[in-house]
């Protein structure tokens, strides 16, 4: 990464998150903190305020004390990881003891960033969770539940080949009921047009109540119309509300 490209990103800080600033310039975490380092030392002074914790990680103690007064209700955990997108990467709960934890491999391989792949489980961990790890690719956002055993789902990101090529519908079917407990799995078809997720089924269709599901209606000229027209009668067809 050269020197005006962290320039350009301790700009955009000015007006937008770390996260987002890193993603404007197009670089991963690991080339704009070694930058950043080099920045430092020319300067001969440090750009974020920011401290080591035990395990070698660095924190930025500013926006530390910022989650800290925006959410004084909320115990705040410092682990180090890549997207901001936790619903997918985060650890699912079963309850307040239980968590289970799956293997995250960045959207079908489109977004590689480093502790997105571990975070589940340290998030599951800092909690005090039984964390239980299930060896297949699922992220949170693609399923949702009604909470009385449903749970529903896209058939464009679950059975993408990017996310378990080895794993029927059948297999599927199988481990949502022995990892999280469903006991019966509703199969929507497509996703949102150009989604990066692979067509999550959580801008889709949510459950409001036990067998209710709320969709989008399509606008004039909408693109997705024939996705949510689709999304309606597949979840009629298994007889959701």
Not at 1 to 22: S, W
Not at 28 to 53: K, N, V, Y
Not at 214 to 231: C, G, I, M, S, Y
Request: glycine share 10%; net charge negative; hydrophobic share 40%.
């Amino acid at each position: 990464m050269e020197m005006h490209q962290v320039r350009y990103f301790l700009a955009l800080c000015e007006e937008h998150n770390f996260t987002r600033a890193a993603q404007a310039c197009n670089v991963t975490q690991p080339s704009l903190t070694r930058a950043i380092h080099l920045l430092e030392e020319e300067l001969g002074g440090a750009l974020f305020h920011r401290e080591r914790t035990g395990e070698g990680q660095y924190i930025d103690c500013a926006m530390l004390d910022t989650a800290m007064t925006m959410a004084p209700f909320a115990e705040v955990v410092v682990e180090p990881f890549g997207d901001i997108w936790l619903r997918d990467t985060a650890p699912i709960l079963l309850n307040s003891e239980e968590a289970r934890d799956f293997d995250f491999n960045g959207w079908g391989g489109k977004y590689d960033l480093e502790g997105d792949d571990t975070i589940g489980l340290r998030l599951g961990k800092s909690i005090g969770a039984k964390v239980g790890y299930c060896n297949w690719v699922l992220e949170g956002g693609a399923i949702d539940g009604d909470g009385a055993g449903t749970v529903v789902t896209t058939e464009q990101c679950l059975l993408n080949p990017n996310r378990n090529p080895t794993m029927t519908k059948a297999d599927i079917e199988r481990r949502l009921r022995e990892d999280l407990g469903y006991t019966r799995v509703v199969w929507l078809g497509d996703g949102l047009l150009n989604d990066h997720t692979d067509g999550h089924v959580d801008n889709l269709a949510r459950f409001v109540g036990e067998g209710r599901v709320a969709l989008p209606k399509a606008a004039e000229n909408d693109p997705n119309w024939q996705v949510f027209q689709h999304a309606e009668r597949d979840a009629r067809a298994a007889g959701l509300e």
